[in-house]
């Protein structure tokens, strides 16, 4: 079994939609069974709060249920459970390090890193108000892993 974890600042807008669509193209395969995927924040801002309206929107457009999901803070213990932690932008990336205690089996990654953009950032929808945008990135980022995954 792969076990992911999806990571961003406050773990209500773009690891949420990666964690949701992650689910949603594995178990289109077939292979939910081959993966546990869940998602975490690196800071206390949104603890508790669920999926940010707007990003529930477009995952509800996109045929996605996120009902349920609360924010939660990523732990030290996640390195050792998780095969990869997967960041949204450099900031996250440095963030999951520090909570980790370093990356010394290259599990911490950039999610545009599977979409052949490893220096890119995942749009964040917070600041950029533009939704489509994050889930134009979380899609290819996202179809890129499970295609890394799978070979």
């Known amino acids: 079994m792969t076990k992911i974890l999806f990571v961003c600042h406050g773990n209500i807008c773009r690891s949420p939609s990666a964690e949701f669509y992650m689910k949603d193209i594995v178990q289109k395969a077939g292979l939910e069974n081959e ?3 869940a998602s975490a924040a690196t800071h206390t801002d949104e603890i508790g709060n669920g999926v940010y309206p707007p990003s529930r929107k477009v995952m509800e457009r996109h045929g996605i249920d996120c009902s349920g999901k609360r924010a939660r803070l990523m732990s ?3 390195y050792g459970h998780y095969d990869l932690l997967i960041g949204m932008d450099e900031e996250n990336m440095y963030h999951m390090n520090r909570i980790c205690g370093g990356d010394p089996e290259g599990k911490i ?8 953009r490893p220096h890119d950032s995942v749009a964040d929808p917070w600041y950029t108000r533009d939704f489509e945008a994050t889930w134009r990135d979380i899609i290819e980022g ?3 892993l499970l295609k890394k995954l799978r070979s």
């Not at 990654?109 to 052949?116: C, D």
């Open 35 to 37: 993966f546990e995927i």
């Open 76 to 78: 030290r213990g996640d």
């Open 109 to 116: 990654h950039n999610l545009l890193e599977y979409a052949g």
């Open 142 to 144: 996202c179809d890129g």
